[in-house]
């Protein structure tokens, strides 16, 4: 009986400090991802069946509730704004001189037509403010042993109800990412590489998008430029600032 | 005989009578039903090319594979090229280049912010190059609740269902937002010239239709186009002309094996049409079957009263020498000659009718409010070669067999007990 009942309390303090590992796993990797205040430069390539576009976008992010994008090219993209304040989302367009606000089920539908949607534009939380983890395992990717992460929303209003995290066990970053759908369907898979020290924190500059439900062969983002913590001023985070 | 048997049904009217309206009315009801169900199904049929299929479509291989998605990417280009190939190799078919797309249409405030918006499911018609008939190919003058056609570049039509939610009228601006046929972004604005209602919800729900040059630049689709309609001339489908065509056209491409080669296909091949028609096909055999069967069951019932009431007469005829065989033989003949009494009548009557229902139809619009089908509310009956034998061989057949069940019992009388009988 006593065996029985060591091997129960033995079995639980290694769930408990799994888990307690876990959430430490997701937090170290929240402070390599999260800032501030972040300034980005960056190319998103979209891969499509005949062709293949290549958009650069200039962001402003502080915290998770204000982001602004500016895309600088191609021609036709050029001038095209996004502003996100909060839950909300409006799109400039200066073709038309006009500022449409996207909501609801737009919000789920392909930015610029790659393998993001709006959502995944907006979603700048931590991981552990939405999700609670579990760690499940150990794999090498890339010749770097990563520890795998199963994360699961404890909030309502997250894009993807649970994600499996590969996490680069020195440098606390995700090299892989899979999002998956309330009822277990794998949606999206996101390959992170080209990780790089940018100041006190490792970053990945480069992620490749891939939305499993679509056809092609993902989108790349690749950030050219990143800057962490630097001041941005508040003006451009109005809907005046879409305009200008 | 023949004229045995003629004065016999002319001069006894109780005789010949009853059968004779009981065909004429089987005929007739058969006619009518199929001019009707013919009709039903070529104004399906019609409906279906002008908004859907057309009775050829082109488009590209890698289109065709996703063809419910409307997937611009995989669109043709270098259409303007093509549409003169297929003019020049096909004269006398009609060829028109059109879009789908979709995306959200946003009603502006003064200061330009979104006041309204919602889900827009587009398509694009050659409206103002004047070259073809797309305008009164889809209905669309008549569609029209207010405002009017698409005369200039940069104007737009919507639903009614939509200006309604949206309170939207015509001279109104709105702005349609959706991604090109590379997947970027695509803002435009459009002035609003007229606002339908089609009368078929799918349709009403958040249309809108531009022209095909405006849709073009809105989608960054320079001389491309999801698909190229055809249509045969006088805007008749068939089946033999279309399939030629098609051989004809898709054999220029056989060795091409790029995903990106045009392909045509007929209007069968498309949309499920050709287990529609398949399924109306066997509907029509089985209401004939039917039909034959019922009349037969009727005139069997009339030949059986018809004999019970000649009980006495077959029997003098018996006790006068007259063979059984001769007996039944006239009795056939007797029915044929009424059959094709009534089967003429009832042919008369029905290609009338139908005549009539082909030109004027039947307006049942008023019930057609939630219907999702596209069809016109007009249904009109289709006179065929058909008509004049889908009723007619039905209800000579039907007679013979009703007379011949009836008849077996002059077989059963006995002989011997004739004079008995008679007396």
Request: charged share 25%; glycine share 8%; net charge negative.
């Amino acid at each position: 009986m006593k065996k029985i009942i060591g091997l129960l309390c033995l079995t639980f303090f290694a769930a408990s400090t799994f888990a307690q590992d876990a959430e430490e796993i997701i937090m170290r990797v929240d402070n390599n991802l999260s800032a501030k205040s972040r300034i980005v430069e960056s190319e998103m390539t979209v891969h499509g069946r005949r062709s293949s576009r290549t958009i650069s976008s200039k962001s402003y992010t502080v915290g998770n509730e204000k982001s602004f994008t500016e895309y600088l090219s191609p021609a036709r993209e050029k001038g095209t704004k996004m502003l996100k304040l909060d839950k909300e989302m409006w799109l400039y367009s200066p073709s038309t001189d006009r500022t449409i606000m996207i909501s609801g089920h737009m919000l789920r539908q392909s930015v610029m037509g790659s393998d993001l949607s709006y959502e995944d534009m907006m979603e700048d939380r931590k991981l552990t403010d939405i999700y609670s983890a579990s760690l499940i395992g150990e794999e090498t990717i890339e010749g770097r042993v990563c520890y795998v992460v199963q994360l699961t929303a404890k909030v309502n209003d997250v894009a993807y109800e649970t994600q499996k995290i590969w996490v680069d066990t020195g440098r606390f970053i995700p090299l892989k990412q899979e999002l998956y759908a309330k009822s277990g369907q794998l949606l999206k898979r996101v390959v992170l590489s080209d990780v790089k020290q940018v100041s006190s924190r490792w970053y990945p500059m480069k992620m490749i998008y891939k939305d499993v439900l679509k056809d092609g062969k993902g989108t790349e983002w690749l950030i050219t430029h990143i800057e962490f913590d630097k001041p941005i001023q508040d003006h451009i985070f109005s809907k005046a600032s879409l305009k200008q | 005989m023949f004229s045995f048997l003629w004065k016999g049904i002319i001069r006894d009217k109780s005789r010949s009578l009853l059968p004779v309206i009981v065909v004429a009315i089987g005929v007739f009801s058969v006619i009518f039903a199929y001019g009707l169900i013919n009709g039903m199904m070529s104004n399906m049929i019609q409906t279906t090319a002008n908004y859907q299929t057309g009775h050829l479509k082109v488009m590209t291989r890698a289109y065709n594979e996703n063809r419910g998605q409307k997937p611009n990417d995989l669109a043709l280009l270098g259409t303007d090229t093509l549409i003169l190939q297929l003019k020049a190799d096909f004269p006398d078919v009609e060829w028109t280049p059109r879009i789908s797309f979709g995306g959200l249409l946003d009603i502006p405030d003064d200061d330009g912010d979104t006041k309204a918006q919602g889900p827009a499911v587009g398509t694009a018609y050659d409206f103002l190059s004047g070259n073809n008939k797309e305008a009164e190919r889809i209905g669309l003058e008549k569609a029209i609740v207010t405002g009017g056609m698409i005369q200039h570049p940069g104007e737009i039509i919507i639903s009614d269902d939509f200006a309604r939610t949206h309170n939207v009228s015509p001279g109104d601006e709105v702005t349609f937002f959706g991604s090109t046929m590379y997947g970027a972004m695509t803002f435009s604005n459009y002035r609003v010239a007229g606002v339908v209602r089609f009368g078929v919800s799918m349709l009403d729900r958040g249309a809108v239709i531009l022209d095909i040059e405006d849709a073009r630049l809105l989608l960054d689709m320079e001389n491309a186009a999801g698909e190229i309609f055809g249509y045969l001339p006088e805007n008749h489908y068939d089946t033999k002309e279309a399939e030629k065509i098609k051989t004809e056209f898709n054999s220029l491409y056989v060795n091409n094996t790029d995903d990106f080669a045009p392909l045509m296909l007929r209007l069968e091949e498309q949309d499920l049409m050709f287990q529609t028609i398949a399924l109306m096909d066997k509907i029509m055999i089985i209401m004939g079957i039917i039909l034959i069967i019922a009349l037969s069951v009727v005139l069997w019932n009339t030949g059986v009263l018809g004999g019970i009431r000649r009980y006495n007469e077959f029997g003098v005829r018996l006790a006068m020498g007259e063979e059984k065989k001769h007996i039944y033989r006239t009795l056939l003949g007797e029915s044929l000659l009424i059959g094709f009494i009534g089967s003429v009548l009832g042919t008369i009557t029905g290609v009338a009718l139908t005549l009539y229902l082909q030109k004027y139809g039947l307006d049942y619009s008023g019930i057609m409010d939630d219907v999702n089908m596209m069809i016109d509310p007009v249904i009109r009956s289709k006179m065929t070669p058909s008509v004049f034998y889908i009723g007619f061989i039905p209800g000579m057949i039907s007679m013979l067999i009703g007379s011949a069940l009836a008849g077996i019992a002059v077989y059963k009388r006995n002989t011997a007990m004739l004079f008995k009988e008679l007396d």
